[in-house]
């Protein structure tokens, strides 16, 4: 009697892990980074002083700046996990613009279908980007963060007040991210237990798959 082939997992033990790190280091960037805005506005809001971290600007500093470096291994150790593994290939290949209409129309409607271990074409677009979102939210922190030592990088972005909209403008951006992720999950709860413990991938029907 042959011996069933075991399903791969959903997410494989190495992706949880740098998952949440992830979201540890992220969230205490973008708390204390409320803080270091609040001490310096640029536009004519505030954050709410309770979502501050740090307290006040030099402890928000301290936070962000410790939480940028978790960040910025979790991220390295990610991106080379992700290409070595063939995860990028194989889960977040960029979609074809047929699939991403395909499944765009689908969750606008609600009928987008959701298994675990597959992204469909929405997910392949989303999480690519923030993954790029996240690149480019370190080249811009890096440019405000030390403007004379990283005079080219601030250079690059059109100067330091420009590179300060842009840093402020992704992180927003990662945030509206971040909360429709939170929203999908509490919509489909069983996501949040395959990036906790190891759960097998659902079969895909023969023709189910997007375009």
Request: proline share 6%.
């Amino acid at each position: 009697m042959s011996r069933q082939k075991p399903r791969r997992v959903a997410h494989p033990r190495a992706v949880r892990v740098m998952h949440w790190i992830g979201v540890y280091a992220m969230g205490c960037m973008i708390f204390s980074g409320w803080e270091i805005y609040n001490a310096s506005p640029s536009l004519p809001f505030l954050f709410p002083h309770w979502a501050g971290l740090g307290g006040w600007l030099g402890g928000a500093l301290a936070w962000h700046l410790s939480a940028m470096w978790l960040l910025l291994a979790d991220g390295v150790v990610y991106l080379i996990y992700g290409f070595a593994s063939g995860h990028f290939r194989r889960d977040l290949r960029p979609p074809s613009p047929a699939a991403l209409a395909h499944d765009l129309g689908s969750a606008l409607h609600f009928r987008l279908k959701h298994r675990s271990g597959h992204y469909n074409a929405v997910q392949r677009l989303l999480y690519g980007g923030v993954v790029l979102a996240v690149i480019l939210q370190t080249m811009t922190g890096l440019a405000i963060w030390k403007p004379v030592q990283f005079g080219w990088l601030a250079g690059v972005f059109g100067g330091y007040p420009v590179a300060r909209g842009l840093h402020l403008a992704i992180m927003l951006g990662i945030v509206a991210f971040v909360v429709l992720h939170v929203t999908l999950v509490a919509i489909h709860p069983s996501t949040l237990k395959s990036m906790v413990v190891s759960v097998p991938t659902e079969s895909v029907a023969k023709g189910e798959e997007s375009p």
